[in-house]
């Protein structure tokens, strides 16, 4: 299971519009960058051509600090994704601290 259906969408949020507005680049372009710049691994995925070329252009353009800042704000200490063919492992990261009884935290 992913995200909730009442769980909001990132991409959707008003901040990351916001940002996306201000540097001329789509809202994904704004979260990949992100994620970029916390040196994390990201592996997106498209079908549309366009999309695979945006996806790409993620180089060209850095997000500020105040930017990063805004963006880092939203971490609530909660999981968006639940995988359950994963909970058993024992490098499932999320297992000690999820309280209900499918290992993930309330949305």
């Given at each position: 299971?992913?995200?909730?259906?009442?769980?909001?969408?990132?991409?959707?949020?008003?901040?990351?519009?916001?940002?996306?507005?201000?540097?001329?680049?789509?809202?994904?372009?704004?979260?990949?960058?992100?994620?970029?710049?916390?040196?994390v691994?990201?592996?997106?995925?498209?079908?549309d051509?366009?999309?695979?070329?945006?996806?790409?252009?993620?180089?060209?353009?850095?997000?500020?600090?105040?930017?990063?800042?805004?963006?880092?704000?939203?971490?609530?200490?909660?999981?968006?994704?639940?995988?359950?063919?994963?909970?058993?492992?024992?490098?499932?990261?999320?297992?000690?601290?999820?309280?209900?009884?499918?290992?993930?935290?309330?949305?």
């Amino acid at each position: 299971m992913f995200r909730s259906a009442e769980y909001p969408k990132v991409f959707d949020h008003p901040t990351i519009s916001n940002i996306a507005t201000l540097l001329q680049k789509s809202n994904a372009q704004v979260v990949l960058r992100f994620l970029i710049q916390l040196n994390v691994g990201v592996v997106p995925r498209s079908s549309d051509s366009q999309r695979q070329r945006q996806n790409l252009d993620v180089f060209g353009f850095s997000l500020n600090d105040d930017q990063m800042a805004q963006m880092e704000a939203f971490d609530t200490g909660k999981r968006i994704v639940y995988l359950p063919i994963s909970a058993h492992s024992p490098h499932f990261p999320f297992g000690a601290n999820c309280p209900d009884d499918r290992g993930q935290t309330e949305f």
